[in-house]
């Protein structure tokens, strides 16, 4: 049983520009999580997916949004980026309407030069 | 809101040695509580949980017991390892219009030595 995927696995990006990432959950799961660690911190909750829509946001500007698919697969896009968007992303799917226990994926390390 | 405060590191240890990494949080109710681990380079993974006052999570030789007494949550090992150097995060859920997200520690950074 495949777990939490995430891709790609490093991107580098500069001032400016656009990025996707992308995260397939655990089978069975229906809710994505998405998360951002910057260096040497903890996680920090970015949105949360669960039939195709946002059902809660962190203190996250508008430049960050998402997508969920009928899949349940996920994607984090980030507009405009900033030098302090690098940090490690990280996607988390849990079952039963986000109810149950979250699980997270290896993660995409992002670099913003 | 909910929020988790763990003890700061990092924590140096020699191979085989007892571990104890602090975690204490504030919650309205008893949400269930969770000890995740990071590897270096890698994501997090589920390391224990506990659902409910007294339960005691356990995996890998790692044991936490959740005590709503003193609000605690305190990460224990018998004998560690130096597979056991990682980054370890308590966390807990925040309910949200019916939906939760985890709220986590700053993390606490474990070296074990030979």
């Known amino acids: 049983d495949a777990g939490v995927t995430q891709s790609p696995t490093h991107l580098i990006k500069t001032r400016g520009q656009q990025v996707t990432l992308r995260c397939s959950p655990k089978?069975?799961?229906?809710?994505v999580s998405w998360y951002q660690q910057a260096l040497g911190q903890g996680p920090q909750f970015i949105f949360q997916y669960y039939e195709e829509e946002e059902r809660q946001r962190g203190n996250f500007p508008d430049r960050f949004s998402g997508h969920q698919f009928p899949n349940y697969s996920s994607e984090l896009n980030v507009n405009a980026l900033l030098l302090g968007d690098s940090a490690l992303y990280l996607c988390?799917?849990?079952?039963?309407?986000?109810?149950?226990?979250?699980?997270f994926g290896p993660g995409t390390r992002l670099l913003v030069l | 809101g909910n929020s988790v405060t763990q003890m700061e590191g990092p924590v140096t240890l020699s191979e085989e040695a007892f571990l104890t990494i602090n975690c204490t949080y504030t919650a309205t109710g008893y949400p269930s509580l969770f000890w995740y681990v990071q590897y270096p380079g890698e994501g997090l993974q589920l390391l224990l949980k506990a659902t409910k006052a007294d339960d005691k999570g356990s995996n890998k030789g790692f044991e936490a017991t959740y005590r709503k007494e003193t609000t605690s949550f305190h990460l224990e090992k018998g004998s560690v390892q130096v597979s056991d150097s990682a980054v370890y995060f308590c966390?807990?859920?925040?309910?949200?219009?019916?939906?939760?997200?985890?709220?986590f520690g700053t993390g606490t950074r474990l070296l074990v030595s030979p």
């Open positions: 966390a807990l859920p925040f309910m949200n219009t019916g939906f939760q997200k985890l709220v």
């Open positions: 988390a799917s849990s079952a039963l309407a986000g109810q149950e226990t979250q699980y």
């Open positions: 089978s069975g799961h229906d809710t």
